[in-house]
Structure formats: structure tokens, C-alpha cells
């Protein structure tokens, strides 16, 4: 009789087979926005009631059982129902009611207003609040494998928080999907200028705008696949294969929803797997490893990760289709990814100073 009472203050432990299931159910959820989106692009879409959408809400199904399961199984062992979940996952647990309503409000939208095509889809605000809910609801195993440091050093043990950053970087380009291809192949190349011709003004200036929005999407994706590593390796000592597996996990849906029949997807994988791999192989170099308490590193670290993977771009897609980019755009657009990576370190090594 003196237990359930003790119980009842306790708060649920943290388990790694929830983180694991927590994670891949984030995975599956934002594939499935991915395969919607392909969906928008490629087939007749007319109702809310698709296979597509049934991929993510059965993913956000299957979350909820997970969860409720594990509350359940908690409660009957005499925790109050306000501790039946970790601590870690109280945030994650706001992703369900935002999930639910983000939901119910979709529906409506497309009733009142029509199915969205194009970058109207990755705008929508219904999307957006659904793409919140699943930044909540993945937040979980990043928080638990983050509290369990002085255990988490295997592979094993940090999968769970490689499963949920990539779940925030498949959202990340999700909603900035328009600025994932810097289009620097010859199948993204404006028509050609033909000076003394009524048209030359307007080409000069699509060959113009073509190219500075080719560099921005350079500049953003250094700083977002940058930010990711960095983030990492400031708060944990990632276990070997974590960096590649959350650039290929985070990176190829992407890819593989907008390839179109171009060599995009093939070049993402090899992007991905390179400065995953030469992430990981400095993390395992560098004893101790990159971090802000070891500065050298750390910035030698940000440097290489965003000119790694934006190299390997401009490598794979002069091989497989050439480069329709002049070589000072393409070599000065190189620079600033890592320009971009030193930057990157500059603001976290400061934050962490003051």
C-alpha cells in the first residue's frame, strides 16, 4: 500500500525501445509529407482522401499508439497519469493535439479552398502547423538520448536522436524544398542569350536570376547541413556512422521527390554519404573530438562539412550532365559554403562564451 503512493510521484524512466519507435515514426511521418508532395507533382490529385496522405497520418497513428501504449503500460504500474510518459517527451506530447487539429484543418482547407500544387503546397499554413507537430513530436528521442550522455556513446544507444534530427532536416527541406537543387546542371540552364535579338534583355536577366538563386540555395544549404553537424557535436560525442545517417536519412526524400528524372537523387546520396562519412572520420580523428572546447577543430570542422557536400554537387553534376554555370560561379559558390560553416561556428562558439 506504500508503494503506489511513491509510485504515483515517480515519473516514468526513459526507454530506448520508445526512443526507437518515437523515431522511426517521425521518419516515416515526414517521408510521408515527401511522398504527398511527389503526389501533387506527378499524379491527378483531387481529394483529401489519397494513399499519400494515408502514409503520414497512418505514420501519426502509429505515434500515438506507441505513446499511448507506453502511458498505459506505466499507469498500470502505478504511476499517476501526469508522469506516465518521461520527462523528455512532455514537449514531444504537445505534437498530438497540434497533429490533430493541423489535421481536421487541412481537411477543411482543401474543402473550402482546393488542393494546393507546386510551392503552394510547402506553404500552406495548414502544412506548416502539421510540420510543427511532427518537430514536437520528434523532439522526444533527441531529448532522452541527450539526458542519457555519460551512457549514450554506441551507435545503439544514440540511433534514436540521429532518427530524430533527421526527421527535423527532411522537414527542413520540406518546407524550403523550392531552395534544395541549386540547379547548376545543364538540364536547369536558361535559354541561351542571342545578342542583337529582340529577346536578349530577357534572357540576360533569367541567366541572371537563374544563377544568384542557384548561389543563395548554395549559401542556405551549407548553413543548414553545417548547422546540423554543429549542433551535434557541441552537445553530444556522436558515436561513428551518426552524421552519415542523418545527412542520408534527412537528405534523400527530398531528393527522391523532386529528381525528375534528372540526377539529383544519385548525386544526393553521394553528397550525403561523402560529408557524412568525412564528418564522422573527424569526429573519430580529432581525440577529443571537434566541439566548441576544442576550437582548432571545431573550426576545421565546420569548414569541411558544407564544402564536402556542396563539392560533391558540383562534382557529381559536372560528371553526369555538366555544368552550365561559369567556373568562377561554380568555384566562388564552393568558397562560400565554407565561408558559411566558419561563420557558423563564429555565433555557436560565441552563445557558448557568454
Partial sequence: EVVRPLMQQRVAPRSIVLDYAVGICGVWISGG????????????????????????????????????????????????????????????????????????????WHRMLGLEQGVDALLSPTHQVIGLAIFFLSSGPIRSVLADRPAGSTLGRQLPLALGLATWLILSHF?????????????????????????YLTSLAIGYYKIATGVLIVIFQST????????????????????TLIFVIGNVPAAAAFTNQTPLLAVTVAQSLFAGLLAD???????????????????????????AYIGIYLAGISLAEGLWWDWNVALGSWIWAGVCGFALSLLIVARRAA
Fill in 281 to 307: 572520420a573527424l569526429v573519430v580523428r580529432y581525440d577529443p573530438y571537434p566541439s566548441p572546447q576544442r576550437m582548432l577543430a571545431f573550426r576545421w570542422f565546420a569548414v569541411a562539412v558544407p564544402i
Fill in 33 to 108: 509529407f515527401f511522398l504527398d508532395a511527389w503526389a501533387h507533382g506527378h499524379v491527378p490529385v483531387e481529394t483529401f482522401f489519397t494513399p499519400y496522405h494515408a502514409v503520414f497520418y497512418s505514420g501519426m497513428l502509429a505515434l500515438a499508439a506507441v505513446i499511448a501504449t507506453y502511458a498505459l503500460t506505466c499507469r498500470s504500474k502505478g504511476y499517476a497519469w501526469r508522469n506516465c510518459v518521461p520527462r523528455c517527451y512532455r514537449l514531444a506530447l504537445l505534437g498530438v493535439p497540434v497533429f490533430v487539429l493541423a489535421g481536421i484543418g487541412d481537411m477543411l
Fill in 175 to 199: 518546407g524550403t524544398a523550392y531552395a534544395f537543387d541549386p540547379g547548376a546542371g545543364h538540364t536547369n540552364a536558361p535559354p541561351p542569350i542571342v545578342p542583337f535579338n529582340s529577346n
Fill in 224 to 243: 543548414l547541413m553545417a548547422g546540423f553537424a554543429l549542433w551535434l557535436v557541441s552537445r553530444i560525442h556522436p558515436a561513428p556512422g551518426m552524421l
